[in-house]
């Protein structure tokens, strides 16, 4: 016997397909893989530093989307860049996941694994448990900027101040004077003194994670509702937020790969 669906239904039955599908693109998909995005920042302060290389990756969230084969096949990218300074912001874990020693151990070693010709940094995200945040960039050559700064001197040339915290250039010596300067935050919006720094690095936004075209990001996080897109210029500050390599909250992404920031520095 012949059974006739009334078309209403095989109407239905096409858009759950539908949209099926696309929700299987979102999570698999557009979650896979990952781009380089590069951009050349132009400002004067680079001074003898012109052509600095940067790497800048942030939000992980281990275990959401991405695993070790994909921290491998970025670490290979980043090392085979070549960069002067690699710079973390944040998020290596997610609160939503439970985490081993093994996971921590996993991790170490990827982050060890890579290199830069000056030095690597890192801060902790919203979501990063303290103790294992400070396991892992404390066994993987990157300093911890969280509470602190650093100057990257090169012979003698001015040395480049790098910091996690704004409040820290307070401590430097009057006498120091440093050619250019970097702030890495994590969350965008913390961000409110535009005449600091000539390069602000940040996370935690991925971009909006979901964008529409046209229209932009459309899932924003506490802490990047006024900043979440890829750059601002604010007076005479870049500032720069990684679309991240994971994801939050929902593990589905469109038209926003995972990425990684390489930035060359040049004073023209």
């Not at 759950?16 to 999570?27: D, E, P, Q, T, W």
């Not at 380089?36 to 290389?53: A, C, F, Q, T, W």
């Not at 979501?127 to 993987?140: T, V």
């Not at 790098?162 to 913390?190: F, M, R, V, W």
């Amino acid at each position: 016997m012949e059974i006739k669906l009334h078309p209403s239904v095989k109407i239905i039955s096409i858009i759950v397909a539908i949209i099926v599908i696309f929700l299987m693109y979102l999570r698999f998909i557009s979650t896979s893989g990952f781009i380089v995005k590069e951009y050349k920042v132009v400002n004067k302060n680079i001074g003898e530093y012109h052509g600095l290389k940067i790497v800048h990756f942030s939000d992980i969230h281990y275990k959401s989307t991405i695993d070790n084969e994909d921290l491998e096949k970025i670490v290979q990218k980043i090392n085979y860049i070549n960069p002067d300074i690699v710079v973390f912001t944040g998020d290596i874990f997610d609160q939503e996941i439970k985490y081993n020693d093994n996971d921590v151990k996993v991790l170490t070693n990827i982050f060890k694994s890579i290199n830069a010709s000056y030095k690597k940094y890192a801060i902790s995200g919203d979501n990063d448990n303290k103790e294992n945040y400070k396991k892992i960039i404390g066994n993987s050559d990157f300093i911890d900027l969280n509470e602190s700064y650093d100057l990257i001197y090169d012979k003698n040339k001015s040395p480049i101040l790098i910091t996690g915290n704004k409040d820290k250039i307070n401590e430097l010596d009057e006498n120091t004077n440093q050619a250019y300067s970097i702030l890495l935050i994590h969350e965008p919006d913390k961000f409110d003194n535009t005449n600091s720094f000539d390069l602000v690095l940040a996370g935690h936004s991925l971009n909006g994670q979901i964008k529409i075209p046209f229209i932009g990001g459309i899932i924003k996080m506490d802490g990047a509702i006024k900043y979440y897109d890829e750059h601002y210029k604010l007076g005479k500050t870049d500032l720069y937020i990684s679309g991240g390599l994971g994801t939050s909250k929902v593990n589905l992404r469109y038209f926003n790969k995972p990425s990684i920031n390489f930035y060359r520095i040049t004073k023209k």
